[in-house]
């Protein structure tokens, strides 16, 4: 069972997934003209706002995205819900702030049995189901020391993503090498998984990590169309995340931070090589294809990504910790290139898509998510957030609205106040000029602690 907020009231209520799908087959049948896309979700591990082509980098090759900014929709102001790993993924599947579903930092928590997962959703609702790169939302194992956290008899954090609404996998706990050389995947000890105890072997485990994640996310693609089934595929690469590693080809493309840069364009290579796969097998045009990042980069001489001028990095509120590279290429709603200011995040994919599906409407707004549907902004009628972005990071608080943002970094005890619009860079401090505007976004904070108070574990 899980739970739905009822709007107005303060309360929660249970309602099980197969209700949902109930309800949305009802609606399906009031309109039958209102199509299921497929749907996939890409996201690169610590790439930076300014680590694309399309974003202004000097150097970084990265053709596939950048045709993506050239086709689809650009997000001007994408967020990542968090400026670490893990708490970013698990909105992205509850559609829900960190700090309601337990993981306020990476390798802390585990996805719960009582969250309601957007490959849950979408799997009552016909749709097949793949998760492929990284997880990092709990254990893969029981057996046997894999990763951060999984080991022989450690229950307390396993949480699959084959329980969590996935069908096919092919997933980590955690980082690897963004390139296996020979040997690497036996003494590494981070593992590939496909089910329970299924361990992937060695003799498989060769070369670009990419292309690896890539080949089974094709599979499970080709699999798909060929059923005449819509999917929905996670594919969560670990580039370019420590330890970083280009293979020689995308080594050689560079004369500077070869491994960087190499496993970034290694990267975007398999993003070119996934839509030539959708344009081959005909359904481009009725597949929703994201983009984005998990956070910030890591910023260091071992990972020099880029915030272009942004303030601050990965596990900052900052802009640089949380805003990063936002794509959506989906013709079949998209057809002229444009971008949008209107900050988004990604705990807006879960309502977003349950209204693109049909879960939509009242039923939509009035699920406890802190994400807000853009189906509005994808067809053009949204020109502003309705509500603010609220994140939370160990001692740190912001909201962010359409023009604003308060930080803190004393756990709320004082805030500063920027104009995003005028000084993305955050570099001047308004909160004595504008001491209304802090007391006003700090009340709207409040409220929002207080029900995500109410709504933790």
């Given amino acids: 069972m899980h739970h739905i907020f009822q709007r107005g009231t303060g309360r929660l209520c249970a309602v099980s997934v197969a209700a949902i799908a109930v309800l949305a087959s009802s ?40 045709q993506m900014a050239r086709e ?10 968090a400026p670490v790993c893990s708490p970013t993924r698990g909105s992205c599947l509850t559609g829900r702030h960190p700090s309601r579903y337990g993981i306020p930092f990476a390798n802390t928590g585990h996805m719960r049995d009582e969250e309601q997962t957007l490959a849950e959703v979408l799997r009552t609702l016909g749709y097949r189901t793949g998760h492929f790169g990284k997880w990092h939302l709990g254990t893969l194992t029981t057996k046997m020391k894999d990763a951060n956290r999984g080991k022989p008899g450690a229950t307390e954090h396993y949480a699959p993503p084959w329980e969590h609404g996935f069908e096919v996998c092919f997933s980590t706990e955690s980082k690897v090498p963004t390139f296996w050389k020979p040997g690497d995947y036996n003494s590494y000890g981070t593992h590939y998984w496909t089910g329970p105890e299924q361990l992937v072997p060695a003799d498989e485990i ?10 089974r996310a094709i599979d499970f693609i080709t699999q798909s169309a060929a059923q005449q089934r819509p999917f929905f595929s996670v594919i969560w690469f670990h580039a370019p995340h420590l330890p970083v590693v280009a293979g020689p080809a995308h080594r050689e493309l560079y004369t500077e931070h070869q491994d960087y840069y190499g496993c970034i364009t290694a990267m975007d290579e398999q993003i070119g090589r996934l839509r030539a796969t959708l344009a081959q097998l005909a359904i481009a045009d009725d597949t929703m ?95 502003t957030r309705p509500t603010p972005i609220a994140f939370a990071s160990r001692n740190q608080q912001t909201l962010v609205d359409n023009r604003y943002k308060i930080y803190s970094d004393d756990d709320g005890a004082t805030f500063q106040l920027y104009d995003l619009n005028a000084d993305p860079a955050e570099a001047i401090d308004l909160s004595t000029q504008h001491p209304d505007i802090v007391r006003t976004m700090r009340e709207t904070l409040s409220t929002w602690q207080a029900a995500c108070q109410k709504d933790a574990p």
């Avoid at 689809?72 to 819900?81: D, N, V």
């Avoid at 060769?206 to 080949?215: K, R």
């Fill in 27 to 66: 609606m399906l049948q009031a309109d039958d003209t209102l199509r299921r896309p497929n749907i996939i979700l890409c996201m690169a591990d610590d790439l930076g706002w300014g680590d694309t082509g399309y974003n202004g980098h000097p150097v970084l090759q990265t053709p596939h995205l950048d």
């Fill in 206 to 215: 060769d070369g670009d990590d990419s292309a690896l994640v890539m080949d």
């Fill in 289 to 383: 294809l994201w983009f984005c990042s998990d956070n910030g980069p890591e910023g260091n001489a071992s990972d020099p990504g880029q915030t272009r001028g942004l303030r601050g990095r990965k596990r900052s509120l900052y802009e640089g910790g949380v805003r990063v590279p936002g794509l959506l290429v989906w013709p079949a709603a998209i057809s002229q290139s444009r971008s949008t200011a209107v900050p988004c995040c990604t705990s807006d994919y879960l309502p977003t898509i349950l209204e693109v599906v049909g879960v939509g409407g009242e039923a939509a707004t009035g699920v406890a998510l802190d994400g807000v549907s853009l189906l509005g902004l994808i067809d053009g009628r949204m020109t």
């Fill in 72 to 81: 689809g929709l650009r997000f001007e102001r994408f967020y990542a819900a």
